[in-house]
């Protein structure tokens, strides 16, 4: 990677976390007349301001306010990258996953960081949003025919959740069919391979190569 490459990338995630939309979308722009590679601008400079901003939240430097700002600077330079993020077109369909935050929690800055990760990446992901029942995952997967679940906790109160994902799928005889995803603060690799998961991911961006992984893996199957 480039001195210019890494100096935009940090300038991006500075706009984005200083909450400047006109300077995000400015830095996008740039990055494209550059020629730089699109993803690691999204992954290296906006998705990282994000997740700045959101580690504010957590200590109290930053509310709502700052968040949504943060938030519409972030969607305004991926609208300028996304067409210049090169798709996987060589699947007969896009794989699909399922993403939600578990009932109980209604935190979802990092679920919204991963759903968009897996957009850019060429999945169909359909967000369940925030405080989703166990069985709301399941239903939504069958009826999609979907190839992953995604679940995410920022609370260990509600951890159980996911394993309950797990049980109900193994219930109803598909587990084979639908790979199952954990993230969030309190959540660990240890908790995942504990409960039947398929995986674990600390950060978006390992999310969406795991869920490419746990792909084709099941399609070699």
Do not use: C
Not at 43 to 66: C, H, N, S, W
Not at 111 to 140: A, H, S, Y
Not at 192 to 201: E, H, Q, R, S
Request: aromatic residues 4%; glycine residues 8%; charged residues 25%.
């Amino acid at each position: 990677m480039t001195i210019q490459a890494e100096q935009l990338h940090e300038q991006l995630a500075t706009a984005v976390v200083e909450l400047d939309e006109d300077r995000t979308k400015e830095l996008a722009h740039q990055a494209v007349d550059f020629g730089l590679d699109a993803w690691q601008a999204v992954e290296l400079g906006l998705v990282a301001g994000m997740d700045r901003a959101g580690k504010l939240f957590d200590q109290e430097e930053y509310f709502i306010p700052e968040l949504l700002l943060a938030s519409d600077a972030m969607y305004a330079g991926l609208e300028i990258l996304r067409p210049h993020i090169p798709i996987d077109t060589s699947a007969e369909r896009k794989s699909k996953v399922v993403i939600g935050v578990i009932e109980g929690d209604t935190h979802d800055i990092g679920k919204n960081l991963v759903r968009i990760m897996l957009d850019v990446g060429g999945f169909e992901v359909i967000d369940l949003g925030r405080d989703v029942p166990p069985q709301t995952f399941v239903d939504k997967a069958k009826e999609i025919d979907a190839d992953i679940i995604a679940i995410a906790s920022l609370m260990t109160t509600t951890m159980d959740g996911m394993a309950e994902v797990v049980r109900i799928l193994e219930r109803e005889g598909i587990r084979e069919r639908v790979k199952v995803i954990v993230g969030g603060a309190p959540v660990s690799q240890g908790f995942a391979t504990k409960i039947g998961a398929d995986g674990y991911a600390s950060r978006a961006p390992a999310a969406v190569v795991l869920a490419k992984k746990l792909v084709s893996e099941k399609a070699a199957a």
